[in-house]
Structures are given as C-alpha cells and as structure tokens.
C-alpha cells in the first residue's frame, strides 16, 4: 500500500474540498494516485445524489456582490436540505466560490454558470460532487444579474434574503442606495412602477378584485369600479416607487427619491428569499 502522507491528504482536500478522512481513504483506495482519488470522491457525490433526488432542498444561502466598478451585481443561491449545512462555513465558502466565479466570468443565465469550469469540472459537477462530501442534497437553483450606471447589494443577516438595486446615477450619499435596496429586501415589491407590472398580472388583479367584489354581493355595475380601486391598493403596496417609505411612511419610495438628487430613478431590482 502507498505512503499516504498528511501533506498528500492535504493537497487533495484543497483539490476537492473534501473532509480529511474522505481524502486520506480516496488516497488509500487509489493507492496514492490522485486523479483517481478524485475521481473516487466525484463517483461518491453523484451516488449521494442519486440517492437523495427526491428529497428537498429548500435551505441554503442567497449571496450578492457587487462587480468593483459598481455597475453590474450578481446574486446566487445555493439550496441544502437543512439549516444546519447552510451555516456550515465550508457550505458558505463554496457558495462564495461560485459567486466568485460568476463575478470574474459575468455569465448569461444560470445554466450558463452552471457550465463553467471550476477545478476541472463544470460547477454544476462540483455541487454534485460536493454533495458527496456534505451528505444531503445541493442545487444551485438561482442567479441573477443587473447592470446599471450603479448598483447596490444588500444581504440579509443569515444569509436568507438578498436583494440587488440598480440606479441611473453613481455619485450620491451611499445611505440613499442602501435605504432603496433595503426597501426592495423588506417590502418585496413586484415592479418598479406602475408601468412596469405585467399585463398578465394587472388582469389577475382585476379578476381577483371583481370576484372578491361579487362574493360581497355587490352589484355588477359595481364590479368594474371596485376592480379598479382594488388595483390602485395594489400598485401602492406593490410597486417600489409608490410604496410608503419604510423609514418615513409619511412619504412614498419615488417622493424620497426626488429628494435625494435630481430625482434618481431606479432602473431594476431583484430579490430572493429563502425564508417564509
């Protein structure tokens, strides 16, 4: 039998990111040689995961950054089984990992990240073969990106919530783009402005608005109307710009915004949320 050393058990775990002891007896059952070393702990992680395809991943982490120039973010999430993995701080350095990665390589989509290569597999290769390692299921099951002439990030405490704000201006105080990206997080509004609401889900509205109306028993002639009053609720709690203030209710999100310079737009969000 080979001579395992710890400097070789060593090695291979920076490789893989596997425990020690998996390492060393990967190393042993290769006899030392580590490519098929590794290839025993990638063979482990899609057994595990084979064996765990049905089962939920409904914990994990929601991380975002922002690019140095401050004109593009990027958000992920990497989904576990239990909240006791997404704590784990192993757990929480390969999802910085892949955000790391989707940093330096600014892909299209989530399937496009999940193609890129990572210590010689694709990432979507080294979730499964770190499923091996973590012992429960893993999904790399969201990303997202925004570019603008500036752009915020904020993560929630714990790593549940994530949200990214993109504005039309750089240059103003900071606490202006926090204070709007933290709304975004809080309130989880569907669109920017009235304007930007998918038909679709104006017509749901509606519906829903007549239907309640009805179940009220108040006159057809009436629906219509109420419908639409319903919908104006709707785009005051819904919609980022028309939302109270949630550090001034006196006033809404676009009546702060004029007041911090020149009226700064936002030209996008996204949000993500782990928790209920």
Known sequence: MATISAADIARLRRMTLAGMMDCKKALEEAEGNFEKAVEIIRKKGQSVANK??????????????????????????????????????????FANQ?????????????????????????????????????????????????????????????????????FDRAGLDQQVYKDVVMQVAAMNPVAVDKGDVPQSVIDQELEIGREQARREGKPEAMLEKIAQGKLAKFYKESTLLNQDFIKDSK???????????????????ERHSLTI
């Open 52 to 93: 765990r395809a049905d089962r939920e991943a409904s914990e994990g982490v929601v991380l975002a950054r922002v690019s140095d120039d401050g004109k593009r973010g990027i958000m992920i999430v990497l989904n576990s089984e239990s909240d006791f993995v997404a704590k784990n701080a192993e757990f929480v350095g």
């Open 251 to 269: 006033i809404t999100v676009g009546q702060y915004l004029k007041t911090a310079g020149d009226s700064l737009k936002v030209t996008g969000f």
């Open 98 to 166: 892949i955000l790391d990665l989707a940093m330096k390589s600014n892909p299209a989509d989530l399937e496009e990240l999940k193609s890129l290569p990572m210590d010689g597999v694709t990432v979507g290769e080294k979730v499964v073969e770190y499923i091996g390692i973590i012992g429960e299921k893993l999904e790399l099951s969201a990303y997202y990106r925004i570019e603008a002439p500036f752009v915020q990030a904020y993560i929630h405490p714990g790593n549940k919530l994530a949200a990214l704000t993109g």
